[in-house]
């Protein structure tokens, strides 16, 4: 089915489909455009200097139905309440194939005149970033525990009975992270201690970019990077449900790594520790097109 659904910061939604009160139409705007730099040479034609992805201006198209004029106007009332200019605003795309998000800035909201209990109406939402992201992150996990033990199991208390395997350790320092979007991606890096870690970094095999944080995790701390060109970060989440910035920490050599099309071969490490330490990447592949 297709629908559109805006979500906000506070994670309130608005549903437009093909139910009342709020229909879903049709929406707009969704192709590519770019802006092409050129300079001529001493040859025919020019020269590509650079090519830069424009950002999109979807247009939403609906109508509200309500039995009675005061629902009508509530219904209204309630559409432009959530969809106001200065609000962080998150346009979901739902189809057969894809399920899609951007985020956007309300550029305005038109209404017709009703009739018969119908008033349509149409939404103008600019994208700053032309790229659909996924509505939920991937994930992939490093180093962590497999489980062995299957029910059913008898127990005892027989203190010569050999201790029960209830799984073990998988240690892999290296994994490779997919992006099969159309472009680079940022991505959330959680680092979790199991016991003192110092000095932790990840390292693209690659392109040789690293980030390393100077600091000393011990047992329960998450250290979270965040290399989203939109959301850039580094903090520390610690065993005592405290948090703190962090990103002063990094090296100087440090860099915000990117996930590059394709394949990318990912390292995690630490001056000392390393056997305790696990990691968790989340990303969000970005595409052109729905």
């Given at each position: 089915m297709h629908k559109i659904i805006f979500k906000d910061a506070d994670g309130q939604k608005l549903t437009l489909k093909k139910e009342k009160p709020y229909l879903f139409l049709q929406l707009n705007g969704i192709g590519v455009s770019s802006n092409v730099t050129t300079s001529s040479g001493a040859r025919h034609g020019v020269k590509v200097d650079s090519v830069n992805i424009k950002e999109k201006t979807l247009v939403v198209l609906g109508a509200i139905v309500a039995n009675s004029k005061r629902e009508m106007q509530e219904k209204r009332e309630r559409l432009i309440s959530f969809l106001a200019p200065d609000k962080k605003i998150s346009l979901y795309h739902y189809n057969k194939r894809f399920k899609r998000k951007v985020n956007v800035v309300i550029r305005s909201l038109d209404?017709?005149?009703?009739?018969?209990?119908?008033?349509?109406?149409?939404?103008?939402?600019?994208?700053?970033s032309p790229f659909w992201n996924e509505e939920t992150e991937r994930r992939k996990d490093i180093a962590l525990w497999s489980k062995d033990l299957y029910f059913p199991i008898w127990c005892t208390e027989d203190k010569s009975v050999k201790p029960i395997v209830f799984g073990h350790r998988i240690s892999e320092l290296i994994c490779n992270v997919y992006n099969d979007g159309d472009t680079p991606s940022g991505?959330?890096?959680q680092l979790r201690a199991l016991?003192?870690?110092?000095?932790?970094?990840?390292?693209?095999?690659?392109?040789?970019?690293?980030?390393?944080?100077?600091?000393?995790?011990?047992?329960?701390?998450?250290?979270?990077?965040?290399?989203y060109s939109d959301n850039k970060y580094v903090r520390i989440y610690n065993a005592d449900g405290t948090s703190k910035n962090v990103l002063h920490?990094?090296?100087?050599?440090?860099?915000?790594?990117?996930?590059?099309?394709?394949?990318?071969?990912?390292?995690?490490?630490?001056?000392?520790?390393?056997?305790?330490?696990?990691?968790?990447?989340?990303?969000?592949?970005?595409?052109?097109?729905?």
């Open positions: 209404f017709q005149e009703e009739v018969g209990g119908c008033q349509k109406f149409q939404i103008q939402a600019l994208a700053p991505m959330t890096i016991a003192t870690v110092t000095n932790p970094s990840v390292l693209n095999i690659y392109t040789k970019e690293q980030i390393k944080v100077m600091t000393t995790l011990h047992k329960g701390d998450v250290l979270e990077i965040s290399t920490w990094l090296t100087l050599q440090s860099e915000f790594i990117q996930l590059r099309k394709g394949d990318n071969q990912l390292r995690y490490d630490a001056e000392s520790g390393i056997d305790n330490l696990e990691m968790t990447i989340n990303y969000a592949p970005g595409f052109l097109g729905i």
